[in-house]
């Protein structure tokens, strides 16, 4: 028996000529439906008149609205993972990769707030989708082998100090680009700051970079 609310996929049903950019525009979308809306609040309908699609057609493609939940938060994590194997960094003097990485990082967060507003929906929600995605913990083992390269090589040549955690490391440098984005309507009401005017932005850019790059310095 079909279960109620999700529509049965049936030969019948029209498929998209080009299956991949249709799966891709609904991941979009839904990217789009989710940081707005959190897991609960987010509707497949309207992700469906987004994409000029079907509430059956995301289904045939995804299963049920946990699945492309699951599928919208491993894309996230996917896009920013690959941007940061574009750094090469392997091919930078250590400090110089280290302000290459917070920089990019920070620049990041900046140009996708629907990365960050999809990530915060998943803690108010406690994080339990995300245990669901399977792919998570192979996506994200990238960026800390990356760090722990960087820190390695800092330390031999004598320019970073020994014994720090690469996932610290990166928990810091994401905390503080984070800050600057999920916080800056609180904190910029309550210390008279625009946060995100050009100047303040790039000012907390610089800010930030020096405040890592001293961090691991030896």
Do not use: C
């Amino acid at each position: 028996m079909n279960k109620p609310g999700r529509p049965r996929a049936t030969a019948s049903m029209r498929k998209p000529k080009d299956p991949a950019h249709s799966r891709a525009d609904i991941l979009d979308a839904a990217a789009t439906e989710f940081a707005a809306h959190g897991f609960a609040g987010a509707r497949v309908d309207a992700i469906a008149a987004r994409t000029k699609s079907t509430r059956a057609m995301i289904y045939y493609y995804f299963g049920n609205k946990e699945a492309l939940y699951v599928a919208v938060l491993e894309n996230a994590y996917r896009g920013i993972r690959e941007a940061e194997k574009r750094l090469e960094l392997d091919h930078l003097q250590p400090t110089e990769a280290i302000r290459r990485l917070v920089a990019f990082t920070f620049d990041y967060y900046q140009k996708n707030p629907r990365f960050i507003a999809l990530v915060n929906a998943e803690n108010q929600a406690g994080g339990r989708h995300i245990r669901k995605a399977h792919q998570m913990h192979g996506l994200n083992v990238s960026i800390i082998d990356t760090i722990g390269d960087v820190l390695e090589r800092g330390v031999r040549d004598g320019v970073f100090r020994s014994g720090i955690d690469p996932t610290e490391l990166h928990m810091a440098i994401a905390s503080l680009g984070w800050f600057q984005i999920s916080n800056r309507h609180t904190f910029g009401y309550l210390f008279k700051r625009d946060l995100a005017s050009r100047a303040q932005v790039e000012r907390h850019r610089s800010l930030i970079t020096d405040i890592i790059v001293r961090f691991v310095s030896s």
